[in-house]
């Protein structure tokens, strides 16, 4: 019976015989420790942020504002030189809770992106931004506390996750206000402020704008844009001139015009050349041949009455628009306070500004020099600049 007892292991194999079963213990464990649900990582955003914040969603932000004095709305990040409307967005945004501080530092961390680039001075009455904040409580009011009276959130509504707002909007209202005196025959004064628009005359603006409609070669409308260029086509939907109205004894317009992108100065050639046919320094075949390939120069309406009115999400709504989940992004409940918003910041403003520089009046005064038969040798002049086909192209206008 002892030669069946097992025998005690020799002293020099004991310590292999213990090291096995440590490891054995040692990967009993890592197999169980596999099995526990990982801890999420956080981001590096995260990192640091207090216990409590309300949750980040993806939103929009329904933006008016008065573009006076503002070096347009893109933000430039590092530089304080060039005030923007986004400086101040960010800055309230921040103060607000909204956002960390380390977010308006890098506007790419909270997901930013604008509908339109508008340009230096131009205004705007429905612009929307898409971006991920804390919806922390009576965002909108805390927003505006820390906002000039001239900028306003007007309207938020949640999103999609991977929304971007320039990528989805598929169309643009802009409106350009002007004083009529620009419709007066060239032989008037340049700004005869006693001048009204007359019926045949807004018939016949409105025939030219028709004229835009549909899709056109609009390389003579930018800067820095050859003709072969497929970003050169542009598709417009609608433009129009409203009736006149009365504002401090002087008469201004409306014109509307509706795309579904617009390049550089592309809105400010479209009046230039229309007004110049009207006023008698252009004829109507210039506008013909601004579409074909030769160089057209056409001339740029001032920058003070263009004001982004609206971005369209038409396809977006249909999609996710009833779906039970998202609103539609048609702004119907706060069509009041941006009509109040236009009374009260930005048609004051543009009045106020065309009275104090006559920016309008002074364009006028230079369409007599304009040369409107100035064809493709012009670009084939030598010293000529090549352009990139990247540039000029964009929703600035």
């Known amino acids: 019976m002892a030669g069946n007892a097992e025998q005690p292991a020799p002293e020099a194999a004991r310590p292999e015989q213990e090291k096995k079963a440590r490891s054995g213990r040692q990967g009993a464990a890592r197999v ?11 981001k590096s955003c995260e990192v640091g942020e207090p216990h409590g914040k309300p949750p980040k969603r993806k939103i929009v932000l329904l933006m008016a504002y008065s573009g006076k004095g503002y070096h347009g709305m893109q933000r430039n990040v590092g530089s304080s030189q060039f005030k923007t409307i986004e400086d101040d967005l960010v800055s309230a945004l921040v103060r607000a809770g909204c956002i960390p501080e380390s977010h308006g530092e890098n506007m790419k961390k909270m997901s930013f992106q604008r509908c339109a680039r508008t340009d230096k001075g131009v205004s705007a009455a429905g612009q929307v931004v898409s971006l991920k904040v804390r919806l922390i409580d009576d965002i909108l009011a805390k927003i505006n506390s820390h906002l000039p009276s001239h900028i306003r959130i007007l309207g938020l509504k949640r999103v999609t996750g991977g929304f971007n707002s320039k990528k989805k909007c598929d169309g643009r209202t802009y409106l350009y206000m002007l004083p009529t005196f620009a419709f007066a025959h060239r032989d008037r004064d340049v700004q005869d402020e006693t001048y009204r628009l007359s019926a045949e005359t807004l018939q016949q603006v409105n025939q030219l704008l028709a004229r835009y409609k549909g899709t056109h070669n609009f390389h003579n409308f930018t800067s820095q ?173």
């Open 225 to 397: 844009k050859w003709p072969w260029e497929p970003s050169a086509q542009r598709y417009i939907l609608d433009m129009f001139c409203e009736a006149p109205f009365e504002r401090d004894t002087m008469e201004f317009a409306v014109i509307k015009v509706t795309g579904q992108s617009f390049m550089t100065h592309q809105i400010r050639k479209m009046v230039g050349l229309v007004v110049a046919i009207v006023k008698g320094y252009a004829s109507e075949d210039v506008l013909e041949r601004s579409w074909g390939e030769a160089k057209v120069d056409v001339p740029k309406a001032p920058g003070l009455g263009l004001v982004l009115e609206r971005v369209h999400f038409e396809r977006y709504n249909r999609r996710y628009g009833n779906d039970g989940l998202h609103e539609p992004l048609d702004w119907v409940q706060e069509e009041a306070e941006v009509t109040a918003f236009k009374e009260q910041h930005i048609y004051p403003t543009i009045i106020n500004t065309e009275r104090q520089e006559r920016s309008m009046a002074q364009w006028l005064s230079t369409l007599p020099m304009h040369d409107f038969s100035a064809t493709a040798q012009a670009a084939a002049a030598p010293g000529a600049k090549v352009p990139s086909p990247q540039e000029g192209d964009g929703h600035s206008d």
């Open 32 to 42: 169980w420790e596999d099995t526990e649900p990982h801890t999420k990582k956080l």
